[in-house]
């Protein structure tokens, strides 16, 4: 089973990371690309890297007869699928072994079994490892569907049977619910993995989301290496995972790690895995899956155990034998992780595209991601775009830690969810150690988005101020005259006026009082500054003329607001539904002439894995939909237009 090439199946921060290690071992790389990633991070730090199609992941990423092609044709002898993708897919390492390739994960029955929730949950009873009360039926009529949610009782969980990450998943509070449930669960698992089966499962009320890291290699051994919170999480994506959990003592980790490594023999499972459990309130746990790969959180149990999870892989796929017994894993500390999505937080979590403008990672925390300054993010893949952890000596260094290198940590150019991050890492719910899954719907059901305060205000003006006259004429320090800079932010304006003073500049802000700022030194995207007496830094980039502001604990975007950005506001609040971002359009629910709600669902745009919600937003008529299901949408494509109702003047 020895191998020296090892083809990385995948794209991003984990590509990356699995470079590093296998570099570090003595191993040569392979990447492969989409069209789109042709200068992503993963190609340029390979040894050898082969395109594989376009953009789209059904003809890149997905396609298996390209990743074989490109493994012959670089004389890679192994294959590391990563996590996503291809990497709980059996078929894909079947396919490896049949080509003589060293598949690094476990075996194709392996993956298939656990792959599929409802035949998991059935092997997992059968070991006695406990399980949540449900449905896991071949039958998936849905009629019996439907049956099997009344018999199970409300709050119900629907789930798609495979996959992963929140997708085909939802939350049914009443029947009535049911059976839309069913049929959008169905139609986004389909789209995302293939297949629409579903299973039905009683909700587990506010539980922690408590996973166990398990290893196994081909030499009978098996261990776990200790447990990782996974609560705070939205849409059933994680976002902030920890190790060990606040909520989980050493005789609780025993019995776990005792359920998850029953539960790794029972399916002869070899290679690294992860098995996810809901642990209640009273300490009862139910097993809930098992991921057959590498975990996205795998570092905070590097952190706290010392070890490399990826070198681990790399050595049991070589045939080598656990270098560790269970006793002699030892634990030190306290790690956290966030994920940085391309995301915006305070519009429903929307994935966003575009381009990163600065991107400067914290040199105080360890920072695994695949990106680069001037990198496109584009609509066709997951918009996790790195992950910031941090180790302390407990759980506060570590939370205290993981804030300063998340304020360190500079990303702009589109929107993201730094500052949701750190609102969450500052909560007292967080801090506490006492949050579950239900953390974010409890503290954060709606965040709003931060109102830079004056002095930041003050500081924007300032910059857009000298880079418009740069634009404009040349840069011109004495003039004595007061510019007026329009700001916008959000969907706010603010009318500031700027003249440069003696010891920097005078700025006053309508309606509030006047502020003297001083820059002390600015190049580079970065600058120091005084304001109010107190010295501080920033992080800026400009973009087509928009200004990027990062002051650490917040970030905001700015722009001058002329005549035809206000001309281009006051038409797009005229019913006009635009897409938010490229993708294709899965469900059209309306047709011109058609009346309808404030709220109801027009169009279903599905882009970076997920599917989006198009709704009216206001009572009216249908005008137009311009599109219909399969198309292929651009930003800023016309959706929909919707005529506001008329109100009866009687009335």
Same mark, same amino acid.
């Given at each position: ?23 570090? *071992? @003595?191993?040569?790389?392979? $990447?492969?690309?989409?069209? #789109? +990633? =042709?200068?992503? %991070?993963? !190609? ?69 079994? *656990? @792959?599929?929730?409802?035949? $998991?949950?059935?092997?997992? #009873? +059968? =070991?006695?490892? %406990?399980? !949540? ?82 290893? =196994? ?435």
């Amino acid at each position: 089973m020895a191998f020296t090439r090892v083809l990385i199946a995948n794209r991003g921060e984990i590509a990356c990371r699995i470079m590093a290690t296998a570099h570090a *071992m @003595g191993y040569d790389t392979v $990447a492969v690309y989409s069209e #789109a +990633d =042709a200068n992503a %991070p993963h !190609v340029g730090m390979a040894d050898q890297a082969v395109c594989i199609g376009p953009a789209p992941v059904a003809e890149s990423y997905l396609n298996v007869a390209a990743i074989l092609d490109a493994a012959a044709r670089t004389g890679a002898d192994a294959v590391h699928p990563g996590y996503g993708f291809l990497a709980e897919n059996a078929a894909f390492a079947q396919a490896c072994g049949d080509a003589g390739l060293t598949f690094i994960g476990p075996s194709p029955q392996a993956i298939e079994l *656990m @792959g599929n929730k409802r035949l $998991a949950k059935l092997r997992m #009873a +059968d =070991a006695e490892v %406990p399980c !949540v009360p449900g449905y896991s039926g071949a039958a998936q009529d849905d009629e019996v569907l439907l049956a099997a949610g009344e018999s199970i009782g409300f709050p119900v969980m629907v789930k798609a049977a495979s996959g992963g990450g929140g997708r085909g998943m939802r939350l049914v509070e009443a029947a009535e619910d049911l059976a839309a449930a069913i049929s959008s669960a169905r139609s986004e698992a389909e789209n995302a993995f293939g297949s629409g089966e579903l299973i039905l499962e009683k909700a587990v009320v506010e539980p922690r989301h408590v996973e166990i890291q398990v290893f =196994a290699d081909a030499h009978g051994n098996c261990l776990h290496l200790g447990e990782r919170d996974c609560s705070i999480q939205r849409r059933h994506q994680k976002v902030v995972e920890e190790a060990p959990s606040p909520a989980v003592d050493a005789a609780l980790r025993a019995k776990m790690g005792g359920a998850a490594v029953a539960a790794a023999q029972a399916i002869d499972y070899v290679g690294a895995g992860t098995v996810e459990f809901l642990l209640g309130a009273d300490g009862a746990f139910y097993f809930l899956e098992m991921n057959t790969r590498l975990q996205v959180e795998h570092p905070v149990t590097e952190m706290i155990t010392g070890l490399d999870l990826v070198a681990w892989q790399l050595d049991v796929a070589a045939g080598e034998p656990l270098p560790l017994t269970q006793d002699e894993v030892r634990f030190d500390g306290h790690a956290i992780e966030v994920r940085l999505y391309a995301e915006d937080p305070y519009a429903d979590f929307l994935p966003q595209t575009g381009t990163v403008v600065a991107w400067r990672p914290s040199p105080d925390v360890r920072v695994d991601t695949g990106i680069d300054q001037g990198q496109e993010i584009s609509p066709f893949y997951d918009p996790m775009v790195a992950k910031v952890i941090a180790h302390g000596r407990n759980r506060e260094e570590a939370r205290r830690r993981l804030l300063r290198g998340l304020e360190g940590t500079t990303l702009l150019g589109l929107p993201n969810n730094r500052g949701f991050l750190l609102d969450i890492l500052r909560h007292e719910g967080f801090a506490d150690g006492s949050a579950t899954t239900a953390f974010i719907p409890d503290h954060f059901p709606n965040p709003q988005r931060p109102r830079p305060d004056v002095a930041t205000r003050a500081l924007a003006a300032v910059l857009l101020y000298r880079h418009s006259a740069q634009a404009r004429d040349g840069w011109r320090s004495a003039s004595p005259f007061a510019v007026a800079i329009d700001l916008r932010f959000g969907e706010e304006e603010c009318l500031c006026r700027v003249m440069p003073a003696a010891n920097g500049y005078r700025v006053v802000l309508a309606e509030e009082e006047a502020v003297e700022l001083e820059l002390l030194a600015i190049g580079d995207g970065r600058l120091r500054y005084r304001c109010g007496g107190v010295v501080q830094g920033a992080d800026y980039a400009f973009d087509c003329g928009d200004l990027h502001l990062d002051l650490g604990a917040s970030s905001h975007h700015f722009l001058e607001f002329t005549p035809e950005l206000a001309a281009a506001k006051e038409r797009d609040s005229d019913g006009r539904l635009a897409a938010p971002m490229a993708g294709r359009i899965v469900a059209v629910r309306a047709q011109a002439g058609e009346t309808v709600s404030k709220g109801q669902v027009l169009v279903i745009l599905e882009a970076m894995k997920m599917e989006h919600e198009i709704k009216a937003p206001a009572d009216g008529v249908i005008e137009a939909i311009p599109v219909a299901e399969g198309d292929q949408v651009e930003p800023r494509q016309m959706l929909a237009v919707v005529a506001a109702a008329e109100v009866d003047a009687a009335e």
